[in-house]
């Protein structure tokens, strides 16, 4: 009798463990310690997010809620004392009634009809035959395709989730209270940078202010979050398309006091890290912009450029360019003893100058690349109004070949600059000129910029013009 007693319990305990197994642990948002998100450029973050779970001996599942909808469940990782996770899932069958009717295809439902005339509802039982495009009833011995009237479900299947989840089935050697901490990788979350400048009147100094915009459409919530911002292009192999999950377009774009402390960088393998230097919330769809740096004073250099091209050089061109504008750069070299020094992320450059009033205008912006310490940084901005340029052929001749070149061309130019101006300035004209050449006559000496690439700086008197003239021979 005992032996058969005994066996009665570990039979019945045997056939409990199962459901005790599916009963689920929800750790949701308020079970939360401490987030850290680390967020790289190419539309990904690293999450690292510490919560408490009070969790029994033996086999639980654990349901997260209030993670990234834009999880890579692929990378989830939890690490705690004394557990083991067996399996995982990502359950994002969310709850709608789109959703919720399709689970109920083949069972039956209740739908509640209103009569106007009488005021009466009646409720008539209804199997759902078809949810797909519209949905298809059996009522009775009849099929109906609208609904007329409220659908009254018994209850909401247990694949239907309210919002995203990860469950996990752990294994927990002891009972009790304990801080785990989960680590995924989610797409949804990005940074960018941006910054400001304002030139003074001399244009050979600006100030420069530095934002990060953080921007958040993981739909999930990281409040006091620690980030972190990785500059650099970090490889990532690349993944067949997920469903994608609704989601509002909408975001909040929230401001933060500019603080007058650097945010906080280091080199990190092959990247840059930064830091912000205290935590701070990230809503659901969100934008949100803190301080980067903040550097006054820094020294830079307006410069005028008439750029040219390689066409003209092989061929009679004749007049080749009428009022060209020339282009109006500043540059300024990331060094410390111009006043900045720092490695710049990557991002957008405006530039603000204060007219006679004392107000700011807009002057141009130009997109900038990751830049280390002591590299140039140098900003298109627009064309100059005053200043623009007439591009004339003045000679042309195909030479005779040699042994060593198939084709040879002696040919001349006449650069017309005019300068409305009532400052002189000196234009940078860049002539990019292939194959192996020689300036056999010019009316200004010119610079070798590079094997393919002669400049000339010719200065230009206020409401005045001048010329520059050149011959050059090619051999190809």
């Known amino acids: 009798m005992k032996k058969t007693l005994l066996m009665l319990v570990a039979t019945m305990l045997w056939s409990v463990a199962p459901l005790l197994a599916n009963e689920e642990i929800v750790v949701g948002g308020r079970d939360q310690q ?19 779970i009070d969790l029994p001996a033996g086999t639980r599942t654990v349901a997260f809620r209030e993670i990234s ?16 996770v067996l399996e995982q899932n990502f359950e994002y069958d969310l709850l709608t009634p789109q959703s919720l009717l399709q689970k109920y295809v ?54 239907l989730r309210d919002r995203p989840t990860l469950t996990m089935l752990v294994e927990s050697g002891s009972a009790g209270a304990r ?4 680590t995924y990788l989610t797409a949804g979350l990005s940074w960018q940078a941006d910054y400001v400048a304002e030139l003074n009147g001399a244009d050979d100094r600006l100030d420069l202010s530095g934002w990060v915009t953080l921007i958040n459409e993981s739909d999930a919530r990281y409040p006091q979050a620690r980030f972190q ?9 690349p993944q067949p398309m997920p469903q994608q999950i609704n989601r509002m377009q909408a975001m909040a774009m929230e401001v933060q006091t500019p603080s007058p402390r650097n945010m906080a960088e280091e080199p990190i393998f092959a990247y840059h890290l930064y830091s912000l230097d205290r935590p701070t919330t990230l809503g659901e769809n969100q934008k949100k912009q803190v301080a980067l740096l903040q550097a006054d004073g820094v020294t830079c250099r307006k410069e005028y450029v008439l750029k040219g091209q390689e066409y003209y050089f092989s061929t009679r061109a004749m007049d080749i360019e009428q009022g060209r ?17 720092r490695p710049l992320p990557g991002g957008v450059i405006r530039v603000y100058k204060k007219d006679s009033a004392g107000g700011l205008q807009f002057v141009g912006e130009d997109r900038v690349d990751h830049t280390p310490e002591n590299e140039l940084i140098r900003l298109r901005l627009g064309n100059a109004f005053d200043i623009t340029a007439d591009k004339v052929q003045t000679d042309f001749k195909q030479l005779k070949g040699t042994e060593q070149h198939s084709t040879q061309f002696e040919s001349a130019y006449a650069i017309r600059l005019k300068n409305a101006k009532k400052e002189a300035v000196v234009v940078k004209v860049q002539e990019p000129i292939p194959g192996e050449w020689q300036i056999l006559a010019e009316s200004s000496p010119h610079a070798k910029e590079s094997a393919h690439l002669a400049f000339w700086l010719v200065a230009v008197p206020p409401e005045n013009t001048t010329t520059l003239t050149y011959r050059v021979k090619i051999r190809n």
């Open 106 to 159: 083949g069972r039956e439902i209740t739908i509640r009809k209103h009569y106007p005339v009488t005021g009466e509802e009646r409720a008539v039982q209804a199997k759902v035959l078809s949810a797909g495009d519209g949905v298809v009833l059996q009522v009775g011995n009849q099929i109906e395709t609208g609904v007329n009237g409220r659908l009254v479900y018994p209850d909401v299947p247990d694949a």
């Open 69 to 84: 909808a834009l999880i890579k469940p692929e990378t989830a990782m939890m690490q705690g004392r004394d557990l083991r």
């Open 229 to 237: 911002l990785v500059a650099g292009d970090v490889n990532m192999v």
């Open 34 to 52: 401490a987030v850290d998100v680390t967020i790289y450029a190419k539309n990904l973050a690293l999450v690292k997010d510490r919560r408490t």
């Open 325 to 341: 504008k020339v282009g109006v750069f500043v540059e300024l070299k990331n060094e410390k003893e111009a006043g900045l020094g």
């Open 179 to 182: 801080e785990v901490e989960l």
